[in-house]
């Protein structure tokens, strides 16, 4: 069985709900997966925008939520979870609005993708100190057993 990642919100490639995003609630969706291999030490979570700011002409990756050092156990995050949610020795990093924890869907124009990323690793990494997904990218090469996706989308009514 491949590593799979879902979401009870929104299906791959459909449109996230706006209780989710900075338009309403501003709160994580639920996320569950299934297929973590036999092998991983530790779960990562990533999730990003590459269509920033504008998915006509992106320029950066926009970065919305990073976790590490998930349990391989774990097999789910509740909707609106937050530090005290997480599972035991979780550890978060910094997303690109310099803070940890879940930022929102809130693009400035067009509908941009969301891509809500696992990966099971081999180790348990060392605390990085609040990383920013790229120390956190850099310390996972090599490390990687598994990674799943699931890509939600979303654009503001104005």
Known sequence: M?????????????????RYTCDDE????PLSWTGVPAGAKSL???VDDPDAPDPKAPKMTWVHWVLYNLP??????AEDADAEDLP????EG?????RTGYG??????GRHRYFHKIYALDTMLPNQNHPT????EKAMHGHILAQAELIGGYQRKR
């Not at 929102?104 to 124009?109: D, E, H, N, S």
């Open 44 to 46: 990562v979570l990533i």
């Open 72 to 77: 391989p156990g774990t097999t789910s995050l």
């Open 133 to 136: 997904k790229a120390k956190l």
């Open 104 to 109: 929102g869907p809130c693009p400035p124009v």
């Open 94 to 98: 910094i997303n690109d609005w310099k």
């Open 2 to 18: 491949s590593l799979t990642i879902t979401s009870s919100a929104f299906r791959h490639n459909a449109d996230i709900p706006a």
């Open 26 to 29: 501003d709160m994580s969706p």
């Open 88 to 91: 035991k020795g979780t550890l």
